[in-house]
């Protein structure tokens, strides 16, 4: 078999007994963390105007969009929910690939349960199956794809969704193979975006790609056979160097969703360390912030060329303050997406405990790492060093800590009831007799009863 | 001025009377032959199978497909036109960089004046506007693109549609930018799909993701700006080597419509030359196809590495065999869409026509050339060499042979009458007060009506 073959058999022949207990796990700390990441974007002005563009385009409303009012058809759905789940950055990274693995699958996903009833098992085996999908693809082609300035999460992405609803539509393996294909003939995304709305539609765009690829693959619409490995595959068109072999090794026994990090705090993740341990310092010792006087940290040196902005004037950098980084840690505790607006950017408490901190850049120190000394105004002097960043595979975020995450954002769509509930559905997933049902209860408008009759 | 920046302000700005008359008259050559590609593929497989599966996800029903009786939103059809328009690859073609540069512009226009009113200057202009934007992307990243894989017809091709589309919605230069942002990061196809139904979509995905660019760069959308000349943009990315002086040399003098072919036959290019001579000798000598007991080719010998098939199977090897070109060219003095069906390979007399013929190779004898010897059974020889093929840049087809092109497949979607009718239209589509109507003529089950009413 191709490697086309065998992962396309893989997805369309899999068992859901024959997913590991521990892969289902962090398949729904994955989920939740997804979900926290879309309707902590359901807000964000990309979002809203692409709802407002293509609203006039939707086919029949069958498919509630993730914390927002609106319903569309369930491939628009797709593509709305990729973009509010990626537009913050909030979302999920693998550090192998670089690949913001979730929101291109679970995307489609929950845009399919909204309009077909589907069940938590099956949503969570189609999950897996789609995770896995993109990351292979993806490691078979990182790092010369994304080197070369590829979108790795939507490139690749696309092959997830694909591989995700295709699962769920019960597509043969030859059926999988030419979604694959349809797939392969629509991958896309340049790094070109970055920094503009485009981004986030990429990830979405790869959800309704991947979507439409299962939809017409199931109806017999013929693609070519060797998507990955032909000689004008994607492989070879998209990467100089790429290795096959990472599609197959292994698979059915490892799962890449064990490698998976989600992000603390919604910012660059250079600062990530500073916040860890400036948070654990006021844990620890609960200094009143006006009792501070100095704060100096000593920072892996690339800190300072990507995080030098002391004086803000938009919230965007804020995002890349190491500053401010430090203040919002003992001020507040946390970076959730609060941490990082306008009115974060002009609270004299943060801006105070911005201007009293500097920064000093050290060779020893390593980019997950940092040294902190607040001196206070009694004279003491707190220390902290961070060894490994919270977040890091190492230190992961604890079920708590990931709930913590989701009502952080969830609260900006949802009232705080819904958001518990909300979350306890999250947490039995895979025993939901109607994934749809947990869509619907993210509906601001309509969350409340929806929730309450599920 | 940056090239992207440059080819949006020329796309946004420009005016129709700086068009010169001869391009304008290309322009509608183009669009001709553009329809009746549409209408002979309008009862294919691939189409028929598309607009099922989509059907349920049309939005409002507003733009009539071309030769059908289905109506979708607008996006869908622009795709599902681009389907149609591609799938006999019967299209027009640029010698210069092998796009097929009609169905991903024409299937985005055709689709959004189906829907919304257009006058006929504005339909030329954004049609010549957006064939020229694709071709000039086209030319800067040629042959490298094309040569690594990239089906460079829908990686264009999405620049061209979200230019026409783009200067109908009136973008203004910076918003016609980011629609190139966002074609950019759509670009898409592989020729690994070549031979697969997955083929005709990618024109057809082009022209609704142009068509999409479009609609969210005019509601501001925002887009890396620098689409094709950037570190990460589609040029660096998708072509090893690439020349953006391609991009603005000459624009607004130079125009790619000038160098534009039209297959006078449905078929392999390297038959070409042999179905035409043919033609030449029975239109000369109407010799009985009874009376010929032997023909005798030579050839470029790559004709013979590619169409060799002799005993045909399927009605596909009719496409690439050099018997069955003089066999049609002989009997029957064409080469449609119907000298290349399962009726015509199991026609007694092309049959035996193609098994009297041979074939020499001749390194002599270019790709573009053949030199035919007929022998009857009178002793007579007939003997013709083609220098020059016809739909070759030097020998374009007249205005009565597009008509009579267009005529031989719109007759499989429309009655005769209507057929005429619909001639009448584009002949005079710069003169129709609401393209539309042309478009709702073409409509099998009321194309009589609307068109009668018009």
Request: hydrophobic share 40%; proline share 6%.
């Amino acid at each position: 078999m191709t490697p086309t073959e065998a992962l396309a058999s893989w997805v369309a022949d899999s068992d859901y007994d024959a997913i590991p207990t521990d892969v289902r796990r962090e398949a729904k700390r994955a989920l939740l963390n997804y979900l926290g990441c879309a309707l902590g974007g359901s807000i964000e002005p990309a979002l809203d105007t692409a709802v407002r563009v293509l609203a006039p385009y939707s086919g029949p409303k069958t498919a509630q969009l993730l914390g927002r009012a609106e319903v569309f058809d369930p491939l628009h759905a797709a593509l709305l929910n990729g973009i509010g789940s990626h537009v913050h950055e909030y979302d999920d990274t693998l550090p192998k690939n670089y690949i913001h693995p979730s929101p291109p699958v679970a995307s489609a996903l929950f845009a399919y349960a909204a309009a077909n009833p589907v069940d938590g098992r099956r949503f969570v085996e189609a999950f897996v199956l789609g995770f896995e999908t993109e990351s292979r693809v993806g490691n078979a082609v990182y790092p010369a794809h994304y080197d070369a300035g590829w979108h790795i999460t939507s490139t690749a992405g696309v092959f997830g969704a694909a591989a995700a609803v295709g699962r769920l539509l019960g597509l043969t393996s030859r059926q999988m193979v030419w979604a694959f294909g349809l797939a392969a003939t629509q991958a896309a995304g340049i790094r070109e975006m970055f920094g503009s709305m485009a981004k986030s539609f990429q990830p979405g765009r790869a959800a309704q790609n991947g979507y439409t690829s299962a939809l017409l693959a199931q109806a017999d619409f013929t693609a070519g056979e060797r998507a990955l490995e032909g000689p004008r595959g994607f492989a070879a068109v998209t990467a100089q160097r790429y290795d096959l072999d990472k599609i197959t090794d292994g698979l059915g026994e490892e799962f890449d969703l064990r490698v998976n990090a989600y992000k603390p705090y919604a910012c660059g993740l250079v600062v990530h360390p500073t916040i860890d341990g400036c948070s654990r310092i006021r844990e620890r010792h609960r200094p009143a912030p006006e009792s501070i006087e100095a704060v100096r940290l000593r920072v892996a040196p690339l800190v300072l060329d990507l995080c030098n902005h002391k004086t803000l004037n938009r919230a965007l950098q804020s995002k890349y303050s190491i500053y401010h980084a430090a203040a919002i840690g003992l001020a507040r505790g946390k970076g959730g997406l609060r941490e990082f607006t306008d009115e974060a950017v002009r609270d004299p408490v943060l801006a105070r405990l911005r201007s009293l901190t500097t920064a000093t850049p050290d060779p020893a120190v390593t980019e997950d790492q940092v040294h902190i000394e607040v001196q206070l105004s009694s004279g003491e002097v707190l220390e902290l060093f961070v060894e490994e960043s919270l977040g890091n595979l190492r230190r992961p975020l604890s079920d708590e800590q990931l709930e913590e995450k989701f009502r952080d954002q969830a609260v900006l769509a949802l009232p705080a009831d819904v958001v518990e509930r909300v979350i306890d559905q999250c947490r039995r997933i895979d025993e939901l007799d109607d994934v749809g049902e947990l869509v619907r209860a993210t509906a601001p408008s309509t969350g409340g009863a929806a929730a309450g009759a599920a």
